[in-house]
């Protein structure tokens, strides 16, 4: 049972009227009396919270940023007309700040045998499963002295993905994509490309591509075209250590390495490769193998949404077992990781021969761009010492880096609005040398 603020007034209104009208216990006794009974009333004609039918449906899944609708079905199965206020209750990261509790508060009169939907705007700030609470109804009677009050558990659960803001950079890589497939007017040739068709000989073509069999069987000079491979494998690897946890402006490293890792599986699906996806720390936390080109995307972005990062140290050798398992011919293997020096020497550089006699390997870690900030300060000497810390950040991750390319692997070391074109720019390079 809860009294409203109605209650509250005439209770007042009733403590003056005993005060200047009828001083005395006979008149508290005869006021409070009068109240209890319409307060009585008032419940036993509210109607019940605990028959109340509930049916949910709406989205169940959302980009990150984006906005989901949920739809609960109240059905009043009595007699007696609900005059209610209904909170559909979910986690406080799924409303937004200037929203609050209003937003998943809903005032409804449903007569006897009726049903109302009622739509609740999700917009969700973090990614993964956000499930719904509970659903509490506060009847009301109809003087509005007392409510009923009950909750309901009814399940709902609303998925959200990453937001894939790399995705504006896809067309201009589609577009070299083309250039370096043969379908415009510019053709490449690299080491390991494949023969593609032939055609006739035009002024300006390299003279090394004319085949001269084939000349030989026609009365014009022909010439092959070629393609880079396809059907080439990807093994895209997320590390979610503690590193991983480590923020960037306002996303942690872990959000950047997504977006940049759904950059390259779109775009390597249109080039005809094969992606699959490993996320490990010292254990597998996500994996997507053996998808289409067209189930690729939805495959990878709901194993991304609920993936968070573990406040442990990654295994370097376990990782590396593991991709040997799940890579067992010779791939394209990307890994998001840090550049820090203790992890990289400690961990990874001694993994890394079994790991590059046997696949090409991009490291692609996330900088800050706050250190470059800080490293162009020099107005206060507050701010040179922070540019000498930041120029001491840079120099040691560019050491790491070179202790990397020293092996023969490709690293990527770029700001968060940079990592997902650089690591595409850095895919069709290798892809138009016949790297893959």
């Given at each position: 049972?809860?009294?409203t ?8 209104l ?11 216990w ?35 899944s ?34 937004t ?60 659960t ?28 510019i ?139 799940s ?92 990592l ?17």
């Amino acid at each position: 049972m809860a009294l409203t603020g109605r209650t509250v007034l005439i209770s007042a209104l009733g403590a003056l009227f005993v005060g200047f009208v009828l001083p005395g216990w006979l008149g508290i006794l005869t006021v409070q009396l009068a109240l209890l009974i319409a307060i009585l009333c008032d419940l036993a004609l509210a109607a019940p919270v605990r028959k109340l039918h509930f049916t949910r449906t709406g989205d169940t899944s959302v980009r990150l940023t984006g906005d989901a609708e949920t739809h609960l079905t109240v059905t009043n199965p009595d007699r007696r007309t609900l005059r209610a206020t209904i909170r559909d209750a979910w986690p406080p990261s799924t409303l937004t700040a200037d929203a609050g509790i209003p937003a998943s508060r809903h005032t409804v009169r449903i007569p006897g045998a009726e049903r109302r939907r009622l739509t609740t705007v999700l917009h969700p700030t973090r990614r993964g499963d956000h499930r719904a609470v509970r659903v509490t109804v506060r009847s009301h009677g109809p003087l509005g002295l007392a409510a009923r009050q009950g909750s309901h558990h009814v399940p709902g659960t609303v998925r959200v993905l990453p937001p894939f803001t790399s995705r504006k950079h896809l067309p201009a890589k589609l577009a070299r994509l083309r250039e370096l497939d043969g379908r415009t007017s510019i053709l490449t040739r690299g080491e390991g490309t494949e023969f593609d068709s032939l055609r006739d000989y035009t002024p300006g073509d390299d003279t090394r591509s004319i085949d001269w069999r084939a000349t030989a069987r026609r009365q014009t000079v022909a010439v092959r075209t070629w393609r880079p491979e396809r059907d080439r494998r990807i093994l895209l690897v997320l590390e979610t250590g503690r590193t991983s946890a480590g923020r960037v402006g306002d996303t942690p490293r872990l959000d950047a390495s997504m977006d940049a890792a759904l950059l390259l599986a779109a775009l390597a699906a249109r080039a005809g490769d094969k992606v699959d996806l490993l996320a490990y720390d010292r254990r597998v936390r996500a994996s997507v193998q053996g998808r289409t080109a067209r189930d690729l995307l939805p495959s990878l972005t709901n194993a991304l949404a609920p993936l968070e990062s573990e406040l442990i140290e990654a295994d370097p050798r376990g990782l590396a077992a593991t991709i040997h398992r799940s890579a067992p011919r010779r791939s394209l293997i990307v890994l998001f990781t840090g550049l820090d020096a203790a992890p990289v020497e400690e961990g990874l550089l001694p993994v890394l021969p079994g790991l590059t006699q046997r696949h090409e390997l991009i490291v692609a870690a996330v900088a800050d761009p706050r250190i470059e900030e800080m490293a162009a300060g020099r107005h206060t000497p507050q701010a040179v010492y922070a540019a000498a810390a930041a120029e001491q950040n840079r120099s040691a991750r560019r050491r790491t880096a070179d202790r990397l390319r020293h092996h023969g692997i490709t690293v990527i070391d770029s700001t968060p609005d940079h990592l997902a074109p650089d690591l595409a720019d850095a895919y069709l390079t290798l892809k138009s040398t016949g790297r893959l």
